[in-house]
């Protein structure tokens, strides 16, 4: 989840959002980044969810159901506020995790 992450950050450096609606590969790496993140997230299980309960498990995988099922209709604003505002505050998080479990 930590490298979705990452891999996001990386991809929108230097990007605004109107970039989302003119450049369709990187619409397609922001996109499935974000479903990686979400498939990885299905996969914690239910006893490292409860060491981070301020992490939103359901919604990251909810995001990426969205995504995978809908396609075609996907709002890039909302796809950029995830990329830009949401995740950047999930990575410190998911480190913590990590730490706990390491």
């Not at 796809?79 to 479990?101: F, G, M, N, Q």
């Amino acid at each position: 989840m930590i490298e979705a992450c990452e891999e996001l950050e990386r991809f929108i450096s230097g990007r605004v959002p109107k970039d989302l609606e003119t450049d369709r590969m990187l619409l397609f790496a922001v996109v499935r980044a974000l479903e990686v993140l979400g498939e990885a997230g299905a996969g914690v299980t239910p006893e490292t969810r409860l060491l981070a309960p301020e992490i939103p498990w359901t919604l990251i995988v909810a995001t990426r159901n969205r995504l995978i099922h809908g396609y075609f209709d996907i709002d890039s604003e909302i796809v950029w506020t995830t990329a830009s505002e949401e995740v950047p505050v999930l990575v410190p998080l998911l480190i913590k995790l990590r730490d706990k479990l390491s």
